[in-house]
């Protein structure tokens, strides 16, 4: 039987057990996926159980994601741009790092506002924390024409801009209003929208009345940020569907069938929350 995991510590609060269970039983596969607390300390020493070949690979949360990116044999190009993996891959006896979050942020996109990308000119980031950093490469992957990225420590932004290059421009996020006007897509990736926070006078209203806007955040699922852009009429795209969408490429790799995300399992890890 093939065996996967998601590790993290604490990892009990993971909806990835629930979602890969899921597929396991939607296509018949004799498999299994299980939660396991690893404290930082105990990584090598799973990498090494991973290599002997218990598992044929699994995710990775927080706060090991950069622990397992030194500790993977090869990483994804795309891995090694964002600096970090979620998902691990045995092959014969060495392990491959991807990071699966920018292709849940565009399948959550594709999925849910159809055409978002179609010569889309402005974009607004908000947030120039680890999150922002698989949505650039994601938007780069795109062809997005200038992204504007916003964050409350303007330096952070600016760091993330030269190492990503490319058309960045980079404010706080006191210049939302005036960098909204051309920007058909708002992609909130800070951790704002938890826990009862909220912006504060972003002014969504100067938005193009097409544009569309995104919350990495999903617990609320409605982030003030969204329940802004609904009542004023714009198209939203919640998080659910990242995380979603984050998980097909390592339910295919270990298991080898492309799971589809559906209405019924969006359902049912919405009943979670
Ligand atoms: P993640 O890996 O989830 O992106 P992170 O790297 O800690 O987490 O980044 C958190 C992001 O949320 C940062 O952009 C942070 O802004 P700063 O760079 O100024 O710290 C942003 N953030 C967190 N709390 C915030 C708040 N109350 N107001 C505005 N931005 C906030």
């Known amino acids: 039987m093939k065996r996967a995991f998601v590790i993290g510590h604490p990892i009990a609060h993971s909806r990835s057990p629930l979602i890969h269970g899921y597929w396991l039983k939607r296509y018949g ?6 939660a396991i607390d ?7 020493d799973f990498f090494a159980r991973l290599k002997a070949g218990a598992f044929v690979g699994g995710n990775v949360t927080i706060p090991h994601k950069e622990i397992a990116y030194a500790l993977c044999d090869e990483r994804d190009p795309l891995a090694e741009e964002i600096g970090a993996v979620n998902t691990l891959v045995l092959k014969g006896e060495e392990v491959t790092g991807y990071n699966t979050d920018y292709l849940g942020f565009l399948g959550n996109l594709d999925q849910n506002a159809p055409g ?3 010569n889309l000119e402005d974009v607004v980031v908000l947030g120039a924390g680890g999150a922002s950093r698989a949505v650039l490469v994601a938007l780069k992957s795109r062809k997005v024409g200038r992204i504007h990225l916003l964050n409350r420590t303007i330096d952070k932004a600016e760091a993330l801009a030269i190492e990503f290059e490319g058309k960045i421009e980079c404010g706080g996020l006191h210049e939302f209003p005036m960098r909204a006007p051309n920007a058909r897509l708002v992609v909130n990736t800070s951790s704002v929208g938890m826990k009862g926070t909220a912006f504060e006078g972003l002014d969504l209203a100067r938005l193009p009345a097409d544009a569309v806007v995104t919350d990495l955040v999903y617990v609320p699922l409605v982030t003030p940020l969204l329940e802004e852009a609904k009542s004023l009429g714009l198209k939203v795209v919640d998080g659910l569907g990242m995380l979603l969408h984050q998980a097909v ?9 492309r799971p589809e995300v559906t209405t019924e399992l969006r359902a049912r890890i919405e009943a979670t929350l």
């Open 249 to 257: 490429p390592g339910f295919e790799a270990w298991f080898g069938t």
């Open 116 to 118: 978002w990308d179609q």
């Open 29 to 34: 596969i004799e498999g299994s996926y299980e």
């Open 38 to 44: 690893v404290p930082p300390a105990g990584v090598p």
